[in-house]
């Protein structure tokens, strides 16, 4: 028998969520279904790392609740995989072969972490909540912690292993956080994880693992490191096997227009698994953050209802804390922008990096120590603001007249 909706949302995470909060919103009456395969409420990737290092609780990861979903009028399909979509038949698939039928589809499948072939229980990757408690047991008395990867995932892990562990990093370019800062700023940030123990390897790879009291890791540069566990911190892959066997066009992710539809009207796509339009290149990017995943799946829904609404584009928007440290990487980072101003101060540890185009807009910035003020430059780049003057980057400036001004 076939279930009938009208609205059916494939994800229970930070893209599905916000469709749901924004279907729901405008419209009490049409029917909504969301599945998931995670068989729990919606909870947050970004905090599990605290989680596993026992700062926060289970249910502090948690964003909504078990009766949530009966409060806003959702059918949950929890503990359920789709195995196939049918746009032509406006129906999928469930394992248990149960087929939901729908108007409009909303795929919010996320992404898969990476991995590397290893014959271990001791080397782990962190994406779902199963990751999470492996790791809660993997982290109990270790001694040594290694991770490859100097990524989101690897750098908060490291950072929240018990401070007695001796804590390594393995990474393949000559840089950490690469995909996430300019050089420069890879560079003080280096120094600051030096200098708060870490150890980094950088050029280099596990070529072998051996199994022993502990693990014995072979590196290419010829070291050796012994390690209670591998973090696996290798990036991600985003979930489109089921977009492209239903014929939707896919490139890294499920390709999207600027409103978040896939190529077939009745099917759209939204957060790490769709890729759509850069905000400062317009090239087609998948951003795998959060923001752009709750603005994507809201830009979907107000779709799907039939209110026409153009997403402007995807804004890089990571904000994070690792070893005390805060840092935050927004919108466009690279060397080759029309000026780069910086701002350095070593007894505080405040570092600024923002990048200008040739019209002395704002269309990035880096910073270490303080992120304060990363709402403020978020508000910036999106808004094509030309930069306020240097008093923004020592922490002077009056954030909130220059925020009303932006108003
Ligand atoms: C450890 C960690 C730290 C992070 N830190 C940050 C950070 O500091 N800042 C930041 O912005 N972002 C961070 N991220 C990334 C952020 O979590 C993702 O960008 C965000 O979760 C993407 O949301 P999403 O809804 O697109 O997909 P996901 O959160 O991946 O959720 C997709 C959901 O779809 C379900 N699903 C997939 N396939 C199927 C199927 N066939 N059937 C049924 N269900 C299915 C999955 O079970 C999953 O629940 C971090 C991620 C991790 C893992």
Redesign the pocket.
């Known amino acids: 028998m076939t279930e009938h909706y009208d609205f059916v949302i494939?994800?229970?995470?930070?893209?599905?969520l916000q469709a749901l909060r924004t279907l729901r919103r405008h419209n009490r009456q049409v029917s909504i279904a969301l599945?998931?395969?995670?068989d729990c409420p919606a909870y947050s990737?970004?905090l599990?790392?605290y989680y596993i290092g026992g700062h926060i609780t289970r249910e502090g990861l948690d964003i909504v609740d078990h009766s949530f979903y009966e409060e806003w009028g959702v059918t949950p399909v929890f503990g359920?995989?789709?195995?196939s979509i049918d746009p032509e038949k406006h129906s999928l698939q469930l394992a248990d072969s149960r087929e939901i039928s729908f108007k409009k589809l909303l795929i919010?499948?996320?992404?898969e972490?990476r991995t590397i072939p290893a014959a271990t229980q001791r080397a782990c990757v962190?994406?779902?909540m199963t990751d999470a408690e492996k790791l809660v047991d993997l982290f109990q008395g270790i001694k040594s912690v290694t991770a490859i990867g100097a990524g989101?995932?690897s750098l908060?892990?490291l950072s929240h292993a018990s401070n007695q562990a001796e804590k390594h990093l393995i990474v393949g370019s000559n840089r950490i956080f690469s995909r996430v800062v300019d050089v420069e700023t890879s560079a003080i940030l280096e120094d600051q994880l030096k200098a708060k123990g870490l150890n980094i390897h950088k050029q280099n790879d596990v070529k072998e693992m051996v199994e022993g009291k502990q693990l014995k890791l072979n590196l290419t540069s010829g070291n050796q490191l012994n390690s209670d566990l591998l973090i696996v911190g290798k990036g991600v892959t985003p979930?489109i096997h089921?977009a492209a066997e239903a014929g939707l066009d896919i490139s890294n992710g499920v390709l999207i227009d600027d409103k978040c539809r896939s190529t077939h009207p009745d099917v759209y796509a939204?957060?790490?698994?769709a890729e759509g339009l850069d905000f400062i290149t317009s090239e087609k990017t998948i951003q795998?953050?959060?923001?752009?995943?709750v603005e994507q799946?809201e830009n979907a829904a107000l779709n799907m209802l039939g209110i026409e609404c153009r997403y402007q584009g995807s804004l890089k928007?990571?904000?994070?804390e690792i070893f005390g440290i805060e840092v935050a990487a927004i919108g466009y980072c690279q060397d080759d922008v029309a000026e780069i101003i910086t701002s350095w101060n070593s007894t505080t540890g405040r570092f600024r990096r923002v990048f200008l185009d040739e019209k002395q807009r704002v269309v990035g910035a880096n910073m270490v120590g303080e992120t304060n003020d990363a709402g403020l430059y978020y508000q910036l780049i999106s808004t094509r603001s030309i930069f306020p003057g240097k008093q923004m980057l020592t922490g002077t400036a009056n954030y909130a007249q220059t925020l009303f001004r932006l108003e």
């Open positions: 494939i994800g229970n995470s930070a893209a599905g599945i998931d395969r995670e990737r970004v599990t790392p359920h995989s789709v195995i919010a499948t996320g992404a972490a962190l994406r779902h989101l995932v908060p892990l979930n089921l939204a957060g790490d698994a795998g953050n959060w923001m752009t995943a799946g928007n990571n904000i994070t």
